[in-house]
């Protein structure tokens, strides 16, 4: 429904079909030493029309995008010792992306964006136990990407990055120390932008403090602090995407310390409720920030300062009335307040991030049909850092429910599903001038072996 003026025009979404297609299996092997050998292989198929945006009296749009990936990956575990555990895995992902926009506007007809990436990764940890009152482990990881793409400039880049991280806890009855130190080694390197793609070297400390006040079989009180470093490099789709990255993006970094508490009560066996509230504060240097123009165009910029602080709570009940039977309900609330403060004279809250969001849900679980209702609810946004009339997005609530039910037939596991979305018919956006569909259904059947 598009609302101009005193007139309104019901429309139905057009170019907006998708198909996608994933298949993944894996294996595990337990040798006589204890050890365990995973190897996990994943393929996945998209190919979907993007619909445009909402213009009066116009809903034509032919663009395309089309994606693949592959993905393998290989990991293995033993106990070395009682108190000695190793830990090494490796992965390879490969990705292609094919983008195309006909019109006579383009040199020979159509606009295409093609992307290949590959990926390869490698991680080994030591875990070292030799008493019950500290524990800890040491990691490194190793990974090297590469892209490549049918545009004249960045169109053969690469990075690698090498992970290291030495850890350790520390507990005295209902006291407990965790302390964590990253390293980070960052090397980039293409032909096209020598000079401005920037290695880096960092290290994040991170440091939580927790105290358990409480702690018996039917009642439980937790308090906690923590401290931690944050260092995001901007990735290939931020740096090189053609209208989406930009090659002067430069890394992320951020502090952030909180405070949290969770308590527990179990008044009976069917009975048990648990709560929970964290703030949080933080300061963030070059914040990596995507605005969407449309869904294929966006303006990846950094923010030189931003002041991120909030609140986080959540509750939870579980009601046993019967046997095989289970009820639940929850619900959460966040509040975040993410402004810039660079700019001191208008602190505004960032494009696309609410202030408040809430969500509720309830379910049955039973021998016959599982059901569950959720509630999502969120506060009006802004598309743009200017906050005015022709910039904000109504606040909204989505409404769904999900019958499913789970058979086991020899070694195969079935599980059917049929999931009813925004059951009221809402009208909101999340992009701007995007409009999202009202009531779907979804049917979804998995088989597992």
Request: hydrophobic share 40%.
């Amino acid at each position: 429904m598009i609302h101009n003026g005193v007139a309104t025009e019901r429309r139905h979404r057009r170019n907006s079909r998708m198909q996608a297609l994933t298949l993944s299996g894996g294996a595990v092997r337990r040798d006589k030493g204890g050890g365990q050998l995973e190897l996990l292989a994943r393929a996945y198929l998209n190919h979907q029309e993007l619909p445009g945006a909402v213009r009066l009296y116009l809903d034509n749009n032919d663009e395309r995008m089309a994606e693949r990936e592959t993905l393998a990956q290989l990991r293995y575990r033993r106990a070395l010792t009682p108190a000695l555990r190793l830990e090494t895995a490796a992965k390879y992902t490969w990705s292609d992306s094919r983008y195309t926009d006909p019109g006579a506007e383009y040199p020979g007809g159509c606009l295409r964006q093609n992307y290949r990436q590959h990926e390869a990764y490698a991680t080994a940890g030591l875990g070292w136990r030799p008493a019950g009152w500290f524990e800890a482990a040491y990691a490194t990881d190793v990974i090297h990407a590469r892209m490549t793409s049918n545009l004249e400039t960045d169109n053969n880049v690469w990075r690698t990055t090498w992970l290291h991280a030495l850890s350790a806890r520390f507990t005295a009855g209902a006291v407990s120390l965790t302390a964590r130190l990253t390293g980070t080694l960052l090397y980039n390197g293409n032909a096209a932008a020598a000079g401005r793609a920037r290695n880096a070297r960092r290290l994040t400390p991170w440091l939580t403090l927790g105290w358990q006040a409480i702690r018996t079989d039917r009642a439980g009180l937790a308090l906690r602090a923590h401290y931690k470093e944050t260092f995001r490099a901007p990735t290939f789709t931020e740096c090189y995407y053609y209208h989406y990255g930009s090659p002067q993006v430069r890394p992320e970094r951020a502090r952030q310390a909180g405070l949290g508490v969770t308590a527990r009560l179990q008044p009976s066996a069917r009975l048990a409720l648990t709560l929970r509230a964290d703030a949080f504060g933080a300061r963030i240097t070059d914040r990596i920030t995507s605005v969407p123009v449309t869904l294929n165009i966006w303006r990846t910029t950094n923010i030189g300062r931003v002041s991120s602080t909030g609140l986080e709570a959540e509750a939870a009940a579980t009601v046993r009335p019967a046997r095989n039977h289970r009820l639940e309900a929850g619900a959460t609330y966040t509040l975040q307040r993410l402004r810039n403060a660079t700019a001191t004279s208008s602190p505004l809250q960032l494009p696309y991030t609410p202030r408040h969001v809430a969500s509720a849900r309830m379910g049955w679980i039973n021998p016959w049909c599982n059901v569950a209702l959720n509630l999502m609810a969120f506060s009006e946004r802004w598309s743009s850092p200017e906050h005015t009339s022709g910039t904000r997005l109504r606040p909204y609530a989505e409404l769904g429910a999900t019958l499913w039910r789970q058979w086991a037939l020899r070694s195969l596991r079935l599980t059917a599903r049929a999931e009813a979305v925004n059951l009221t018919g809402t009208e909101y956006e999340i992009i701007k001038n995007y409009p999202m569909p009202r009531q779907q259904l979804r049917l979804t059947l998995t088989a597992a072996w």
